[in-house]
């Protein structure tokens, strides 16, 4: 067995912090820009609710528009990893239940984070192609995944058009649950849904 130096020692406490300092201030940057749109959202509001300086949040994140478009990716990433985690061993052919969770994808502080940072680069220039390129890939994502857990196949004329416009559905649902809970309408939406796959999709 190899002799560890000190260096080395040194080195992975380091690593482990500055990691955790990351994963902090992204969930913080997530959280502020839910509860206060793009203008109450500053690097410094971000790194207080950190916990962190504002030059430690800097020396991660140079830019705010760097530690924005990082934060709702991140939180993106893991919204995906926590839909697959739902049904480990596919969905099993519970459509129901695979719509009710991808609709839940835009119920969430990641969606209202995600559309306030949308609106914001509507208007700022230097976001809008960060925040479009993103989206497209958390689309694509989203996308395979539906594909996947609703065991779908899209060499089918109107396969992949029916997925899109359930993933479609799913974000206006997010949408009209920002200013009101819509839950008893949206369940009702869910169950018609998954009853309109059943007949487009086939088992």
Known sequence: MG???PVDRDRAP????SRATRQRLL???VACLAEHGWAGSTVSVVAERAGVSRGAAQHHFPTREDLFTAAVEYVAEERSLALRALFPQG???DRRAVVSALVDLYTGPL???ALHLWVAAS?????RSRVTELEARVGRETHRIAVELLGADESGPGVRETVQGLLDMARGLGL???LTDDAPRRDRVVTQWA????????R
Do not use: C, I, T
Not at 123 to 127: F, H, K, V, W, Y
Not at 195 to 202: I, R, V
């Open 14 to 17: 380091k690593q482990d912090r």
């Open 111 to 113: 969606f209202r984070a």
């Open 27 to 29: 969930e913080a940057a």
């Open 91 to 93: 969905a099993a052919g």
């Open 176 to 178: 009209a649950n920002l």
């Open 123 to 127: 208007n700022e220039e230097q976001l």
């Open 195 to 202: 009853a309109l796959l059943e007949q487009n999709l086939g």
């Open 3 to 5: 002799v560890v130096s």
